[in-house]
DNA sequence: ACAATATGTGAACGACTGTACACATTGATG
DNA sequence: CATCAATGTGTACAGTCGTTCACATATTGT
């Protein structure tokens, strides 16, 4: 790296990442997506394409890894914020509800991609989703906030949390991005299910799962 | 109707949407599909498509309709069987696990949809989300089992059921349809997953979403 | 029996697709 | 400066796409 380069590296690969996720927030099916389309939105050759992706699936992957980063980041400022334990629910949607409305595209292309045509970047979302799972559940340990649950009850309670909020995005999906009235709405609506099964968790042990008779 | 013709009308129109749901069965997504594909598949010249349907949305709207009938076949197999509650839980993710396993295309086709390019066919499948929640939350009163819960939270405490146990349904769609294992795994953990939101929904009056000061 | 209608077939079109190849340009390295 | 690898461009080709049209056949209504 002795200086830097006029075209930086993964300008066109970028665009081209970015094209897709375009392409996605217009409404239009990642599977549904050609090459030539998405190179034709990015403003780039069709065979350039190659000199970054092998097909549209190893594209698909990328932006998983990039959706990644996204979900990090929202973890992050959801840990910084939520201090009090009392509002935790509320503020941690209405935070997830903020990245999603600042990364509409990266979110849909997360709701298309758990029932994808790609196996592997199903795999991969839904990986993305047990490690979120697997830290919401360090975050409540380390708060104190789940002290009565068995690690296994735990891990229970995160993963239907996640999956709960995951299936939020579609929810969002169907409502105009400036419907602010419509998405209050989804986020009180999410909130009160994150309290029910909160309400759940805490009740959990007087009937555990093991013996039901 | 005076006398059966050889040829049954909708003969074509059946073979279409089943090679539409063989397609998405193989792993193919609904919004990837071409037309010349799917009559390529039913073994029907492609001009013989727009006999039947206007476009890909079109088959797509009615195959929703088809999913429909499955769903209330599913409900009312349930309510046959699910006669003690003690059990209810288990019995009816039995029962919707194995309507997966016989219909996997069409619940793959359901799973796709949420989240698919056409916004009819998305909110064709919402609308079959909502009425199957809320048949659900009528057996409930009937059987007595939400004596404490108002409406509202009744149709709260059921949406989020039928949300898991949709979600589920991308579980289903990554194991192979004969890893009795696995799905015996996906089963189990939904179990739990609905037991953990009818006991927040069982102690749902005792911490009110109204206040929480 | 006859007309009308619904349904299936075949050929044809222009547009678009994925991909390969040869070539130009760039930045880094010797 | 010479060279190399990485990246972008233009052309080309064979295959597929959606859709139209004219025509054959079968079923229905009178």
């Known amino acids: 790296m002795t200086q830097r380069q006029r075209r930086k590296p993964g300008e066109t690969r970028d665009k081209l990442m970015e094209a897709a996720l375009t392409l996605v927030g217009k409404g239009r099916h990642f599977a549904s997506l050609g090459i030539r389309e998405v190179t034709r939105q990015a403003g780039v050759v069709p065979t350039s394409f190659y000199r970054h992706f092998r097909n549209m699936d190893d594209l698909g992957l990328q932006l998983v890894d990039q959706l990644g980063l996204v979900l990090r980041r929202m973890m992050r400022e959801a840990r910084g914020n939520v201090l009090q334990a009392d509002k935790l629910i509320e503020e941690s949607v209405t935070i997830f509800i903020s ?115």
Do not use: K
């Open 99 to 213: 990245h999603v409305e600042a990364n509409r595209s990266f979110f849909f292309f997360m709701a298309q991609g758990l029932a994808g045509e790609s196996r592997a970047v199903q795999d991969a979302i839904r990986s993305e989703m047990r490690f979120f799972a697997s830290e919401l559940a360090n975050d409540l340990r380390r708060m104190r906030l789940a002290e009565h649950l068995s690690d296994g009850d735990l891990e229970l309670t995160c993963d239907l949390v996640v999956r709960t909020v995951a299936f939020t995005l579609t929810d969002l999906l169907n409502v105009a991005p400036d419907d602010d009235y419509q998405i209050d709405q989804i986020r009180q609506r999410t909130a009160r299910f994150l309290q029910l099964i909160f309400v759940g968790a805490a009740h959990w042990n007087s009937r555990t799962q093991a013996g039901n008779s």
